[in-house]
């Protein structure tokens, strides 16, 4: 019974290198989330998507970039790593709510990423 | 401004004693509280979900409600293992598919 699947668990890049953290959920969530979290801080959505084949920004997108190719999959992009990435990462699914009103996310375990 | 804020921070609670956590929101047209434990190195996993005040959901020793500006989280005779970070997240109306967090509170619970 896997849920949401994060890889890697751990990372440490240098500043200016590139990275996808890979997410993958088996329970056929239409909805999946990439957040981040720094220390002592609550979660912030960096980008989500209610489908295959469509994304959207939340609160922090500047950085990243996301695709979503097949339901299972949602991986994020870190293109030139910054100092100011450094954080753990969650990724999230849902079953989602067409009708009005979310469903409960599933989160994994995260990567803890330091950028060096 | 939508705002969701928890209180207390941090607590620290002897083993048997119990105490409540808040989680205060600004936002209108609610659809839905949803609350979450983290323990460290973890991802949130999900307790409960309110939709509409007056509401209480239970879960052995952890009890929710909800009001319209707030909730609580009840936490009876509490154990060393009930010890993680208590997330809450408001999902409203105009929010599309995204929920947004508080903060959280650490709580310990001393043995």
């Known amino acids: 019974n896997a849920g949401v699947t994060q890889t890697p668990k751990f990372r440490i890049l240098k500043i200016g290198q590139s990275m996808t953290l890979q997410c993958a959920q088996d329970m056929n969530h239409n909805y999946m989330y990439w957040y981040r979290q720094d220390p002592g801080m609550g979660l912030k959505l960096i980008y989500y998507s209610v489908g295959a084949g469509i994304t959207d920004k939340g609160e922090v997108p500047n950085g990243y970039n996301v695709s979503r190719s097949t339901t299972e999959d949602f991986p994020l992009r870190l293109e030139l790593a910054a100092p100011s990435q450094t954080s753990v990462y969650f990724c999230?699914?849902?079953?989602?709510?067409?009708?009005?009103?979310?469903?409960?996310?599933?989160f994994g375990d995260g990567t803890r990423l330091s950028i060096l | 401004e939508d705002q969701v804020t928890q209180s207390p921070e941090a607590l620290r609670l002897q083993e048997g004693e119990s105490s409540s956590l808040n989680c205060s929101y600004t936002?209108?047209?609610?659809?839905?509280l949803f609350w979450y434990r983290q323990d460290p190195g973890k991802g949130p996993e999900f307790l409960f979900t309110?939709?509409?005040a007056g509401e209480e959901k239970e879960k052995e020793r952890l009890k929710a409600t909800l009001t319209k500006k707030e909730s609580f989280l009840h936490i009876t005779a509490p154990k060393p293992e009930d010890s993680a970070t208590y997330l809450c997240a408001v999902d409203k109306e105009t929010s599309g598919s995204r929920l947004t967090f508080g903060e959280g509170t650490q709580l310990t619970v001393n043995p």
């Open positions: 999230a699914s849902s079953k989602g709510d067409r009708g009005g009103g979310n469903q409960p996310q599933h």
């Open positions: 309110l939709y509409s």
């Open positions: 936002v209108s047209g609610l659809r839905g």
